[in-house]
């Protein structure tokens, strides 16, 4: 859970945008919550698998610092078209 944290800051952080808001922290509260209250006994399991879902989301959202280190790296999506080293009849 805390590597989702660290990982949405970053998001946020590189983008230029506000690490935290209101919004953000009551969800990461309930999150925080929802998970403590599963860290135990029999639903350990469960509670481990919403972390790692909650790191997904984080990951693949669109606030994720993935998604700012490919914006930074360049658009390589759309390669220039081919060009021929020896043009036909040249």
Same mark, same amino acid.
């Not at 209101?22 to 209250?37: D, E, R, T």
């Given at each position: 859970m805390l590597l989702a944290f660290v990982a949405a800051a970053l998001g946020h952080w590189a983008r230029n945008k506000p690490v935290a808001n @209101?919004?953000? !922290? !009551?969800? %990461? %509260?309930?999150?925080? !919550? !929802?998970?403590? %209250?599963l860290d135990g006994g029999r639903t350990q399991d469960i509670a481990k698998g919403f972390a790692w879902l909650f790191l997904a %989301?984080?990951?693949? @959202?669109n606030n994720s610092p993935l998604q700012a280190i490919a914006k930074a790296g360049g658009n390589t999506s759309n390669p220039p078209p081919h060009q021929e080293l020896h043009p036909k009849g040249a």
């Open positions: @209101g919004k953000q !922290v !009551v969800q %990461a %509260a309930f999150a925080l !919550v !929802v998970i403590a %209250a %989301a984080v990951l693949l @959202g």
